[in-house]
């Protein structure tokens, strides 16, 4: 079947404005993670969704992000007044189970 | 101490010949462990996942587990030029489900 989507692959803003990325988990996924990863910080954890709940954002870095699912299905990252520094690959992964992540292809952010 | 510790490379490996990666983690309850491929540009792909004591494979990849010693490793056997990447080992710790990364390990197999 079809893998994790993620729209768009490439997202150019200014400083200071919003951002929402989207993710499309495989069919039947009940988890769904967020990552991001940036020049020389390597892979890091935002947040995880089982179902539409959030029971861990701790990898959240400013209350300037904010996610959500619903219907158990697509995930939307939201990042408000956009910053240089949030510049990044963001990453969407989903699970069947609570074991193997299966990636999208990303979205690349780029704040000028 | 970093959670999740790889040797950044590059490990250059002559075409045919076995790539060594290894991995060694923080969190002694962590239970899951998994290795990633990621080639420039692209999203991480998994190759293995392995949760016991032991060796575990997969065609040219065996995933080396030893959790007293808090170490994982990935053994490329006949290494080909396609599998020159960066190779990212993830751990899931004993609280929660995320996945920690390691800085990732770039090999490049040369013809």
């Known amino acids: 079947g079809a893998g994790v989507s993620q729209s768009p692959s490439n997202k150019v803003t200014e400083k200071g404005k919003d951002v929402e990325l989207r993710c499309d988990p495989i069919?039947?996924?009940?988890?769904l993670y967020w990552y991001r990863q940036s020049l020389g910080q390597g892979l890091e954890f935002l947040i995880y969704?089982?179902?539409?709940?959030?029971?861990?954002k701790s990898g959240l870095p400013s209350d300037r992000f904010s996610a959500e699912r619903t219907g158990g299905s697509v995930s939307t990252l939201t990042i408000q007044r956009t910053q240089q520094e949030d510049s990044a690959v963001y990453l969407c992964?989903?699970?069947?189970?609570?074991?193997?992540?299966?990636f999208g292809p990303g979205t690349r952010l780029t704040v000028l | 101490q970093k959670e999740v510790e790889q040797n950044s490379g590059p490990l250059s490996v002559p075409e045919g010949a076995i790539a060594s990666l290894n991995c060694t983690y923080s969190?002694?309850?962590?239970?899951?462990f998994f290795w990633y491929r990621q080639y420039s540009g692209k999203s991480p792909e998994l190759i293995m996942s392995?949760?016991?004591?032991g060796d575990k494979e997969d065609g040219r990849f065996t995933a080396q587990l030893n959790k007293a010693s808090q170490y994982v490793s990935l053994l490329i056997r006949d290494s080909q030029p396609s599998d020159s990447a960066t190779y990212l080992c993830a751990v899931k710790g004993a609280a929660g489900n995320k996945l920690t990364f390691g800085g990732g390990t770039r090999v490049l197999v040369k013809p």
């Open positions: 992964a989903s699970a069947a189970s609570l074991n193997e992540q299966f």
């Open positions: 969190d002694r309850g962590s239970q899951s």
């Open positions: 969704f089982q179902g539409n709940s959030a029971p861990d």
């Open positions: 069919s039947g996924h009940t988890a």
């Open positions: 392995i949760y016991s004591n």
